[in-house]
């Protein structure tokens, strides 16, 4: 099993005595195979690796999401305990919302151009959360390379130019969105979809894929399949969207010009 370090500072004490580099890779549990590349990559380019599992309530704009978020600690312990070069080698920090938040959130950390388009018009507040939470953890974690999926595209975005802003230490790698086989980006809210929305679900990576169609022609497909479109828009050189399908949110997004995933993905890095 993974060693569980379950307050802040017993981690910062291991790593003084950690002799060799550290990846973090920052999520809030309910692992899946995206996760998993994540921790695999972190595993082959450091020493040792910290997974943080921390669902982080200051990042959720609706109670109700917060709540329903799946908590998996034992499973998600045991997932990252199966991965190859696992043994000995990885950390788990479990903090409580009063470990991360003494100051009761006094202090936040917010941007104000990029956080205020696509998911910051829906989501209020989302990046301050996401943002203060994500400087925390790297400042615990004083780790050499943390790792972020490109799913979340704008909160990657974000993270990159806080850590500029702000010196931080620490090389922020950004991975390629891991899909299931009929293209739907992976994800935790997945699991609250029904087998029949799953596959509805694998729409969306196909519309956003057709460039034949313009962003406004891929919302009003997007509406004839069932979804309910917030945006499809074209920025930072890629094709983002956020849709409801039921009651489960789902966002995406793929590079903007014609060539694979990989050759764009190798273009960000
Ligand atoms: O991407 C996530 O799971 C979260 O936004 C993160 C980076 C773990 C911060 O809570």
Known sequence: M??????????????????????FVPTMGNLHDGHLDLVQRALA?????????FVNPTQFNQASDYEAYARTFAE?????DALDGA??????????????????YALKITETEDAEALEGKFRPGHFTGMLTVVMKL???????????????????????????????DTEIIPCPT?????GLAMSSRNNRLSAEEKAQAAQLYALLS???LTDAEVVKKLEKAGFKPEYVETKWGRRLAAVWLGDVRLIDNIPAECGTEEE??????
């Open 138 to 168: 790297l400042n615990i974690a004083a780790a050499d390379r943390a790792y972020f999926g490109e799913k979340d595209f704008q909160q990657l975005l974000l993270v990159r130019k806080m850590t500029e802003a702000f010196f931080v």
């Open 45 to 53: 380019e450091n020493d040792f690796v910290l997974v943080s599992i």
């Open 2 to 23: 993974p060693h569980i370090v379950s307050v802040p500072k017993k981690w910062r004490k291991q790593r003084k005595s950690l002799n060799g580099t550290v990846g």
């Open 87 to 104: 043994e000995n080698r990885v950390y788990v920090l479990n903090p409580t919302e009063e470990d991360i938040y003494p100051d009761d």
């Open 264 to 269: 764009k993905h190798a273009a960000v890095s």
């Open 76 to 80: 998600d312990c045991a997932k990252l």
């Open 178 to 182: 891991r899909r299931e086989e009929s």
């Open 210 to 212: 057709d460039f034949s």
